[in-house]
């Protein structure tokens, strides 16, 4: 069966901005020739298939590549090299408002996109009810867009991108924009379309969603395809390799190494390895050391931030009271978060080792060891607090 999407060598190529025109000289120098210092190679050398009917995620750090990618694949941006094919009718939805004119109506503009698209005016006349009930604006629908926030914008741009009923659906990381409710829509919306046998590319940040609806990732860093396949896997190389690298964090490592973290890895209840977990389940960090001489009273302890830099909890072995007998060689500490009380969101394990009278610090990893937690219910918030409520209506 042919692939929905077939990618090879594909490159994107950009003149860097602020670079002077080629003089008379510089052509007769070197010719029309571009210096390579002047280009911006976006993406280069991708390659691959996007078997029809999966799902698949694109990931990777912001200037990466991602949204590049899906522009090249929904034909907005022509490819400076390789080739690619989409073998189906494509929605995309890849930017604010993108194909929307600031001065006409919503209603106006869902025809505008759709005649874009290639439907049909009766067509879209006649899914016309279904667009603004999906959207939530019926009050606003001939308003017009340039009247519209952000949120507004991404709700009805996705509304008809969904409506066309497209073989293939191209979603960047407007998502995030909507609030709350809109997204469990949306994604309520591509769960139909993955039942239907539609073939999803998902670019996001949000690392949860892609473990969740996603066959498939594909992890995309300076413009290069550096991994792909099992979601699990290539989270997991993500978040070690570049997530602990970024953000508001104090990422680092120190300490006279008598004692030392020679290998740590989380694992959910079921004891696979994986950097993903479920609020309410069960998180175990696995932590092996070396002692390179008899150490008395060390003390163990973890703290956690989250994505932000936040930090949320700490403690140790020392303020619960848990006896650590003499370090000598190579052991394993077991750590045990059971039920894991936080809440959908990015976090930064922190580890340490130290002596009784806190003086000195035998290995500390400072926001090393990233990882998401993911929870189907609606509540808001870092942790999930036990709580009942009893309702006693009036006599």
Known sequence: MTPAIQVENLGKCYRLRGIAKASIRDVLTRG??????????????????VPRGSSVGVVGPNGSGKSSLLGLIAGTITP????????????????????????????????????????PREDVARRMDHIIEFSGLRDFIDMPVKNYSSGMYVRLGFAVAVEMNPDILLVDEVLAVGDLAFQMKCFERIRDFQKRGKTILLVT??????????????????????????????????????????????????????????????????????????????????????????????????????????????????????????????????????????????????????????AVQYHRREDWHPFAVQNESTAQGVFQLPCQWTIRPGA
């Not at 494509?90 to 993108?98: D, F, H, T, V, Y």
């Not at 699990?232 to 602990?244: C, E, P």
């Not at 930090?311 to 009271?321: C, D, E, H, K, R």
Request: hydrophobic share 40%.
């Open 32 to 49: 029309w020739r571009r210096d390579p210092a002047e280009l911006f190679w976006a993406l280069r050398g991708v390659s691959f298939e």
């Open 80 to 119: 400076t090299e390789g080739t690619v094919r989409a073998h189906g009718s494509i929605s995309s939805l890849l930017e604010l408002g993108a194909g929307f004119h600031p001065d006409l109506s919503g209603r106006e503009n869902v025809f505008l996109n759709a005649a874009v698209l290639g439907i």
């Open 205 to 358: 940040h949000d690392l949860v969603s892609v473990e969740q609806f996603c066959d498939e990732v594909k992890l995309i860093h300076q413009g290069r395809l550096v991994a792909q396949g099992n979601p699990n896997d290539v989270i997991l190389s993500y978040l070690k390799t570049y997530m602990a690298r970024i953000g508001n964090l104090n990422v680092e490592e120190h300490g006279t190494r008598e004692v030392e973290f020679i290998d740590v890895r989380l694992r959910d209840e079921h004891g696979a390895e994986t950097a993903t977990f479920t609020t309410g389940h069960s998180m175990t960090v696995e932590i092996a050391y070396r002692a390179k001489k008899r150490i008395e009273q060390a003390v163990f302890g973890f703290s956690v931030k989250t994505g932000n830099g936040f930090f949320i909890y700490g403690t140790n072995t020392q303020i619960m009271n848990v006896p650590v007998p003499p370090l000598e060689g190579e052991g394993v500490v077991i750590l045990t978060l059971k039920p894991l009380a936080l809440m959908a969101g990015k976090y930064f394990l922190s580890l340490a080792v130290h002596s009784w009278d806190h």
